[in-house]
């Protein structure tokens, strides 16, 4: 009876770990600009010169000195407003929504967080736009 009742709990622990998994993330409809941005699927000559968050979940990459792109993230990173550094995953030379991650490190560790979308920006103005709008909601 109690290998029942081990068993049993080792089956329901991996059950919710298997839940948390692949739980999905809904993503705010402020962060839904297709009908105003250019959405991208990857950054291609993915180098970061700069970046500044925008809140938990968005923040703006610069790759070289006129490529500007909104990254949402889905789900919030808490530590990303408070974050000195952030890391990317890369894979051969871009970075690809729905694939690579936003790695924001805080007190409790690294943390991962998948790429939702990526939307290109047309200049600086328009980047320095979206973050204010984004910040206001």
Request: glycine fraction near 2%.
């Amino acid at each position: 009876m109690k290998k029942i009742i081990k068993y049993a709990g080792l089956v329901l622990i991996s059950l919710v770990f298997a839940a948390c998994a692949t739980t999905q993330f809904n993503v705010a409809e402020k962060y839904n600009l297709d009908n105003e941005l250019k959405e991208a699927t990857e950054v291609t000559s993915f180098r970061i010169n700069s970046w500044e968050s925008i809140d938990s979940q968005s923040l703006i990459l610069n790759t070289d000195i006129n490529n500007y792109y909104l990254v949402i993230l889905n789900r919030p990173a808490i530590a990303l407003s408070s974050s000195e550094s952030i890391g990317v995953t890369v894979s051969v030379d871009r970075v690809r929504k729905g694939f690579d991650n936003i790695v924001v490190t805080d007190s409790s560790g690294a943390q991962s967080y998948i790429i939702h979308k990526i939307y290109k920006l047309e200049s600086r103005e328009q980047a320095t736009e979206i973050k204010k709008r984004l910040k206001k909601s």
